[in-house]
C-alpha cells in the first residue's frame, strides 16, 4: 500500500524512471514527470506526457523514449500489483491503467480516514486569508459576495487540511468620511449620539450620501468635518464615542449577513494599525525609499508608470500629514509577517485592486517587511456579478442590489421549491431548508464560475435539479441517505465486517474518482481556485448517479460493498460542501 497521494506516488516513479533513462542528457527540472488524469478512462486512469517533451529535447522517437521509460519503472515488491496495464498511445502518451483491487483497497483505509486521504501536516502553516472587508458606514452590496464567499471557501480548505489558519476581516474603519459623518451626526441627528433614538445601517448609509454631498458643496462642513478627523486621530472623547456608536450599527448589519452565510471572521479594521503608521513612514525615511511629491511623501517602485509615462507613486504621506489606505496595507503586512509569523498570506479582493497590491508587494519586500523565502503572498482577484442582461447586476430601479436582499430573495425562491417537493414538512423545517438551500445554491453559483470570469447571477438557474448546481449535488446526496435508511444496515457494524469490492465498471470509475478527492483539494490549495472543488463534486453526482443506474444495491451479493461505495461518496460530497461552506437537506 502506498503513502500519500496517489499521484505523487505515481510522478516520483515516472519521475526516477525518467533519469534512470536518460540521466545524462537531461537536466533533474527536465526529468520530472508531466502526469495527468485521461480524458477518457478506458484509456487508462493516468497519463504521462514526457516523452513527447524529452523528444524535443533529445532528438528521438517519443514511441522510443515512451518505451525506454517503461522499461525503467522500478516498483517496490508491494507496490507491483498496482498497475493493469501500462501501454503507449497515439505518438507516445504512457497509459497507466490501475487495477481495481488496488484502487478498493485505498477506498477501504480511506474508509476510516477523517481526512479522505489528505496527507497529515505535520507542522501547521500559519496561512492569514483577508476577505470581506467592507466598509463601515455602507452596507454590504452584491460585491462584497464574491470576496466573502471565495475567502470562506479558502480559509475552510487550509482548515481542513490541518493548517492554522487566520481569517480577517480588514474593514474601512478609519479616514475622512468619518469625520463628514461624526459631524453630520452632531449637527442634524444628535439622539443618536445621546443614544435616545437607534437607526439602521440603511438609515446611517442615507446620511453618509447627505453628509458627503455637504462636504463636497459647503467649505464651512468640509472644514468643520476635517477637525472631528484630527479629533479622531486624537482619540477625543466625543469623537470617539460616536465612532463607536456608527461602528455598533454597521457591525450589527454586516453581523446578520454573516450568520446567515456562516461566515466567522475576526474584524480587524484599519484603525488596529493607527499607531504603527508614523513608524511605517519613519523606517522607510530610514531607509531611504521615500521621496518628497507635491509635498507628499512617496515611495517609487522600479516599472510602474502612470497614462503619460510618469513614475507612479505609492503615497505614505499627504501633504497635510494624514496616512491613506497605502500605509495601512504596507503597516498590515508588516504586521502580518513579523507578529503573526505568517507563512502564506492570502488577500481575496475585486480585480481592481490587483495594480494597489502588485505595487505594494515590491515594496514590502524591498523594506524588508515580507520576506518572500518565509512568506508567501496570493492576491486572490475576481471577476463581477452580471444581471441576466449582462450587465453589472443591478435593482430593477438601477440600484446596485443589496447583499441582504439578495440572499433573502433566494431563500424565499428555495422556499417555493420545497414548498413544492414536501407539502409534509412543517413550516420550521420549511425555513431551516430554504435558508439551507437558498444560501447554498448563491454560493455554489458563485464558486462554480473560475473566480477571475465576470459571471451571470440567475435565481432559476442556481436552483436548478439539473446541472452543475447545489440543487443537483444535494438531490445526490440525499438519495444516499435514502437507499441508506432502505437498505436499513448498520454502516458502523459494516465497516468492520465488510469492505469495498469493485467489479462493475461504473462501481470502478466512482471508486477512482473518489479517490482523486486528495489530489483535487492539493491542486485547489496551490492555485486558489474552488471551482476546481466544485467540478470534481459535480463529476462525482454525476459518477454516482450512474452507478446508481447501472448497479442495483439492495437484495445483491453486492450488497454491502456498494452500501460501503455509497458510504464514501456520502462521506466525500459532505466534506466538499464543507469546505464550499455548503449545507445539504437530509430530504429534497
Not at 467649505?219 to 484630527?230: A, C, G, R, T
Request: with cysteine.
Amino acid at each position: 500500500m502506498i503513502n500519500g497521494l496517489l499521484l505523487d506516488f505515481l510522478q516520483n516513479r515516472l519521475t526516477e524512471a525518467i533519469l534512470k533513462s536518460f540521466e545524462d542528457s537531461i537536466t533533474s527540472k527536465d526529468s520530472i514527470a508531466d502526469i495527468a488524469n485521461c480524458l477518457d478512462e478506458n484509456f487508462g486512469h493516468y497519463q504521462c506526457n514526457s516523452a513527447l517533451k524529452l523528444a524535443k529535447l533529445l532528438k528521438e522517437n517519443p514511441k522510443k523514449i515512451a518505451e525506454t521509460i517503461i522499461s525503467n519503472i522500478d516498483l517496490l515488491e508491494d507496490e507491483k500489483e498496482i498497475f493493469s496495464e501500462i501501454e503507449i498511445a497515439g505518438p507516445g502518451f504512457i497509459n497507466l491503467k490501475l487495477k481495481s483491487d488496488f484502487l478498493s483497497a485505498i477506498l477501504n483505509k480511506n474508509l476510516f480516514d477523517p481526512k479522505l486521504g489528505i496527507k497529515k501536516v505535520v507542522k501547521p502553516k500559519k496561512i492569514i486569508v483577508e476577505f470581506s472587508s467592507p466598509n463601515i458606514a455602507k452596507e454590504l452590496h452584491v460585491g462584497h459576495l464574491r470576496s466573502t464567499i471565495i475567502g470562506d471557501s479558502i480559509a475552510r480548505l487550509f482548515e481542513f487540511l490541518g493548517e492554522n489558519v487566520l481569517r480577517l476581516n480588514h474593514v474601512g474603519d478609519w479616514g475622512t468620511q468619518f469625520g463628514m459623518l461624526i459631524h453630520y451626526l452632531k449637527n442634524f441627528q444628535p439622539k443618536i449620539i445621546s443614544k435616545e433614538k437607534k437607526t439602521d445601517l440603511t438609515t446611517l448609509t442615507n446620511w453618509y450620501k447627505q453628509a458627503k454631498k455637504l462636504f463636497d458643496e459647503d467649505p464651512d462642513f468640509k472644514k468643520k468635518s476635517q477637525l472631528e478627523v484630527v479629533n479622531l486621530q486624537a482619540k477625543e472623547k466625543t469623537a470617539i464615542e460616536v465612532w463607536e456608536i456608527i461602528y455598533d450599527i454597521s457591525r450589527e448589519a454586516f453581523n446578520e449577513i454573516y450568520n446567515l452565510l456562516d461566515i466567522k471572521l475576526l474584524e480587524r479594521g484599519e484603525s488596529f494599525y493607527n499607531e504603527d503608521l508614523p513608524l511605517i513612514v519613519k523606517d522607510l525615511e530610514k531607509k531611504g525609499l521615500i521621496k518628497e511629491s507635491d509635498g507628499a511623501k512617496c515611495v517609487f517602485i522600479e516599472g510602474f508608470k502612470n497614462r503619460e509615462g510618469n513614475p507612479l507613486p505609492i503615497m505614505v504621506q499627504k501633504s497635510d500629514g494624514g496616512y491613506n489606505y497605502d500605509t495601512t496595507d504596507i503597516a498590515g503586512f508588516k504586521h502580518r509577517c513579523e507578529v503573526e509569523k505568517a507563512d502564506r498570506i492570502i488577500i481575496v479582493t475585486d480585480s481592481g485592486q490587483a495594480l494597489h497590491f502588485q505595487m505594494i508587494y515590491p515594496l514590502v519586500v524591498k523594506a524588508k517587511y515580507l520576506d518572500p523565502n518565509k512568506t508567501k503572498f496570493d492576491h486572490v482577484t475576481f471577476g463581477v456579478v452580471l444581471g441576466e442582461d449582462k450587465k453589472k447586476f443591478k435593482t430593477r430601479e438601477g440600484e446596485t442590489e443589496k447583499l441582504i436582499d439578495l440572499l433573502y430573495k433566494a431563500v424565499d425562491h428555495a422556499r417555493k421549491i420545497l414548498k413544492s417537493r414536501l407539502k409534509d414538512l412543517d413550516k420550521k423545517t420549511i425555513d431551516e431548508y430554504s435558508i439551507n438551500l437558498g444560501i447554498s445554491a448563491i454560493k455554489y453559483a458563485d464558486l462554480s464560475n473560475h473566480r477571475i470570469k465576470d459571471y451571470t447571477f440567475s435565481y432559476e438557474k442556481m436552483l436548478s435539479l439539473e446541472g452543475n448546481t447545489a440543487a443537483f449535488l444535494f438531490y445526490s446526496y440525499v438519495r444516499i441517505l435514502s437507499i441508506k435508511r432502505k437498505v436499513n444496515e448498520d454502516i458502523e457494524k459494516l465497516l468492520k465486517t465488510d469492505e469495498i469490492d469493485l467489479k462493475h465498471p461504473s462501481e470502478i470509475s466512482l471508486g477512482f474518482h473518489l479517490i482523486r478527492f486528495a489530489e483535487v483539494l492539493e491542486l485547489m490549495a496551490r492555485d486558489l481556485l474552488p471551482n476546481r472543488l466544485t467540478d470534481y463534486l459535480y463529476d462525482l453526482a454525476t459518477k454516482f448517479n450512474i452507478f446508481f443506474r447501472d448497479c442495483k444495491v439492495m437484495d445483491t451479493l453486492e450488497q454491502n460493498s456498494r452500501l460501503l461505495l455509497c458510504h464514501m461518496t456520502q462521506k466525500v460530497l459532505k466534506a466538499g460542501f464543507d469546505i464550499l461552506g455548503l449545507k445539504p437537506l437530509d430530504r429534497m
